[in-house]
């Protein structure tokens, strides 16, 4: 089993900056892809950035030269350093993983930004 925990969230100015982290706990050496989430109010979640165990990116079209999805070796902790955040960028963002047959996720850390 593997449980991911989000923290960072705030209130933020448009324009700011802000940096989610994501904790991993239990069986992390299974881990491979690490995503973060998102979901505003009224609209589907949707993926932000993806890195994988060999520290491949890819980002969401949105977010692509203002978010940087990283982790440590030893796939603990992955964060999202967020750039020149924007009011759309308001949202609770997740943390997610896949193990065999199941889909993880973590409670989430919300996020506002203010124009």
């Known amino acids: 089993q593997v449980q991911l925990v989000e923290s960072g969230g705030a209130l933020v100015q448009a324009g700011g900056s802000l940096t989610l982290s994501c904790v991993a706990s239990?069986?992390?050496?299974?881990?491979?892809?690490m995503n973060w989430y998102r979901q505003a109010p009224g609209k589907q979640r949707e993926l932000v950035a993806s890195?994988?165990?060999?520290?491949?990116?890819t980002y969401a079209d949105s977010v692509k030269g203002r978010f940087t999805i990283s982790r440590e070796s030893a796939k603990i902790t992955t964060y999202l350093q967020m750039d020149s955040l924007r009011p759309e960028d308001t949202a609770d963002y997740y943390c997610?993983?896949?193990?065999?047959?199941?889909?993880?996720w973590g409670l989430g850390t919300h996020v506002t930004v203010s124009s």
């Open positions: 997610h993983t896949r193990m065999p047959g199941r889909s993880v």
């Open positions: 239990g069986l992390i050496s299974r881990i491979n892809v």
């Open positions: 890195i994988t165990s060999g520290g491949d990116t």
